[in-house]
């Protein structure tokens, strides 16, 4: 699996079709320092870019765009697969997380225009705001979320 020729791909569609975008998840932590093993790759972006990116990547989709309510997530996604990797792409607003603390739903705070450059894997692209980044995995209250909220929690540039 090669995550960054996966990142790479998503990465020059987005930016092809010039829509904004926000690396999100695991790989958004690992901007921020976490170094546990990746398991795919998150990018939230406008819900009304999301047919566009469903079209542009059709001919390597898993899981075809709708709405989904797994894993703590109430998100309309698209799923694409490259090189071995899983890409995840949801629109916002409109997505949700289950805050595991309060047994409730709650919308995501995910601002694109508070998102930052950044460069991972040789990829330049933007990423979360730590703070929103940490906000939802606290949250979420996944083993691998608990994990990223160490790595957060630690001054990174």
Known sequence: ????????????????????????????AHVYGARRPLNDI???VPADRLQEIAAAGAAVTTKPLERRCEEGWDVEYVQFKVEGVKIEIGG??????????????RDLEANLAKARPATLLGVALQVMDRDELAAYKVML???????DLIALSTPHP
């Open 141 to 147: 209250g996944r083993e691998v979320d608990t994990e």
């Open 42 to 44: 998150d990018l939230l």
């Open 92 to 105: 916002t607003p409109g997505a949700r997380i289950f805050d595991k603390g309060h047994s409730t739903w």
């Open 1 to 28: 699996m090669s995550h960054a020729a996966a990142l790479r791909w998503i990465i020059d569609l987005l930016n092809e079709q010039h829509i904004p975008f926000l690396l999100c998840g695991g790989l958004a």
